[in-house]
């Protein structure tokens, strides 16, 4: 019987790139690839003893300078300063990738459990464990062993749910980006299927809600294309706020890595090294797919799914999971969940069980994370990159040698183009299978492009060089599901706008106040108010809207009436088309220029200026007053409110070709908007001689309302004054808060 390549084959093939390689490749010690972890004594004492091996210097911004004798002893004292800083989420990052959230949160999160641990199972990531390079397991354990001591030296923290932390563990966790493939799942029809209910799917879930995008920007210049003749890269991340901590950390053994680590990871997400920069932007590729199963149930009950002319059966898994009770006590649920050799079912539709197919290989996407950040240069990077367990992010690199990139995932599963993956394919049908992984020479990528820049806006490659970038003609269209965005021809707007960049002009063109998405759609709200009759209503009563906007320049600022108008007009607009745009298969924004209509648009006018007017007293009131950053604790999930301080905000939702992204909105008893996603740690670095670099983080570096750092960034943040980064120990002179120990 023909069974055709099976996922696990797919998914643990090889890939060119041995553990030892790509660990000399990175300038681990010799011999490190495959040692032995270290005999574990008693713990307490195991853990004092690595501490004398480890500095944290604080400097005055609250940012973590930690240093190591070893690999291992840096990341002890970068989980331990994280868990300083906001042990809290660490907590909650590690919940959610153990699908353990209910034990905290209750029975509503069980779904969301659920989902997590239909594709990680923590007894698999054991065997995992015990298999990975030793090199990498030091430096697990070391992980565990630096969270595990700042709860022994801090008994006043209580733990929701996790008291212990096992070295395994951050095999749960090993990309680093925001969400991940997992989230793809609607967990509405997954509790439909497993629940034995019928759930419609959410208008989230369907895409038809006014939300703020979640994603990046990553920008690269080569030096033909700065002033000082060196290469520069943006760092901006869009993410949920205070989502990653800004750390420095470096070791005796060539570790030396700046910028962002989500919280409870060992390595620097998005950051530079003195030879080597990397940002990470959400991607559009399509390398998560579904396979629509026809089952068949014999008589015996047995469960069965159609491959070719063949019947396999559907494999099944117990998975029992403990929730919270109201009553702070302990409950489980058990559920008995299928798979076939695509992939886990999450749901069904139209008779048939759907298959998630993603990558799944978490011991090569952790040795990646890690390994990325001690390369050299571009041929370093790109012999990490064969490990080829990245799938969720573009790449925009740079480096002291003056080489700049755009990469897309290298997780990239080779599939028949006949089929349309945007949809469930036929799981029956043997040429839908993926057939092993694309090899890195096959993918769109820019590599020292000429026209000397590179970027990635969360859209689609084919624009990512401008005329040098890889043509969509050339490839699968499997290789972008994405689209353009308003920020995409605002990226090269501002990068063709000048050819000698300087770190202060990156910075400008960062936070340029350019809204390409109104330049594109005001014009049509104008051209249908003047095409209203005389007569008409309208004409009188929305003449100083129009007017107004036919005036603006489409830039965002705090002082700008303009801003604010057109914002809840885009808002109001965006919600009623969102299916019919759904429908018509087109982005919104090309939906709202093309196919709205002089109707929709006027009346989306009124009703902005009318929700205005009905909170602010006047539909012209400055973005400033609207748009606003707030802190007021350490939660996760704050409370807002009017009646207490907070700063204004100038630039928008990068939902209007903002390249700078504060995603804001109403909530309960507000009337003013509070971010909550966006712009978060932003840096921009020169790869010169010596490197320099600026950053600013939103906030504060510290999750502890009570430190000096809790908020102490916000009108930096606000303003995008980004400050000088204390890269080399002589920065850190004069700047220097404290100077310790972990425990001490």
Partial sequence: MNQGLSRRRVLGEAVGLAAGAAAVAAGLPSGAAAAAPAQAGPDPA?????????????????????????DADAVFGMMYAQAEDDFNRIERNYLVSLGRLAEAEGETAI??????????????????????PGWLRELM????????????????????????????????????????????????????????????????ERGLLFREPSGSNGIAIAPSHTRDGNALLLINPHTSFFFRSEQHVTSGEGLNAYGAATWGQFFIYQGFNAKTGWMHTSSGVDNVD??????????????????????????????????????????????????????????????????FALMNRPVEALQQSFLRTKTRDYSDFIRVAGLKANSSNNTLFADSKGEIAFLVPQFMPIRDDRFDYRRPVDGSDPATDWRGLHSLRSLPQAVNPRNGWAFNTNNWPWTAAGPDSPDAADYPRYFDQAGENPRGPQAIRVLTARRKFTPQTLIQAAFDRYLTAFARLV??????????????????????????????????????????????????????????????????????AERATDAQRLEALDAASQRLTQDFGSWQVPWGEINRFQRNDGAITQTFDDAKPSIPVPFTSAQWGSLASFGARRWPGTKRYYGTSGNSFVAVVEFGPRLRAWAVTAGGASGHPDSPHFNDQAERYASGNLRPVYFYPEDLEGHVERRYRPGT
């Fill in 111 to 132: 779904w969301q459990d659920l989902r997590q641990r239909l594709f990680v199972d923590p007894e698999a990531l054991k065997r995992e464990y015990a298999k990975t």
């Fill in 46 to 70: 195991r853990w004092r003893k690595q501490a004398t091996r480890v500095t944290i210097v604080r400097d005055d911004w609250g940012i973590p300078h930690v240093r190591g004798h070893t």
């Fill in 290 to 355: 579904e396979f629509a199963e026809t089952i068949v149930t014999r008589a015996d009950g047995q469960r069965y799914y159609r491959y070719g002319n063949a019947l396999r059966r559907v494999a099944t898994k117990t998975i029992t999971l403990s929730y919270r009770t109201a009553d702070g006590g302990r409950a489980e649920r058990t559920f008995t969940t299928f798979a076939t050799h695509h992939g886990p079912v999450v749901r069904e539709a139209d008779g048939k069980w759907i298959a």
């Fill in 523 to 592: 014009p049509g709200l104008v051209a249908a108010w003047d095409r209203l009759p005389e007569g008409d209503p309208r004409k009188a009563g929305l003449a100083g809207q129009v007017d107004l906007l036919r005036g603006w320049d489409y830039r965002w600022g705090a002082e700008s009436t303009a801003t604010s108008l057109a914002v809840f007009w885009g808002e109001a607009l965006w919600a009623p088309l969102a299916q019919a745009a759904r429908d018509a298969g087109m982005s919104m924004w090309d939906y709202l």
């Fill in 141 to 204: 354990r070391a992980w565990a062993d630096g969270l595990n001591y700042y709860l022994a030296t801090h008994p006043e923290v209580r733990p929701r749910v996790l008291d212990r932390f096992e070295p395994w563990m951050p095999l749960s966790f090993s990309e680093g980006s925001i969400g991940g493939d997992i989230e793809r799942v609607p967990l509405s029809q997954l509790e439909a299927f497993y629940g034995g209910r019928t759930l419609p799917m959410t208008d989230e």
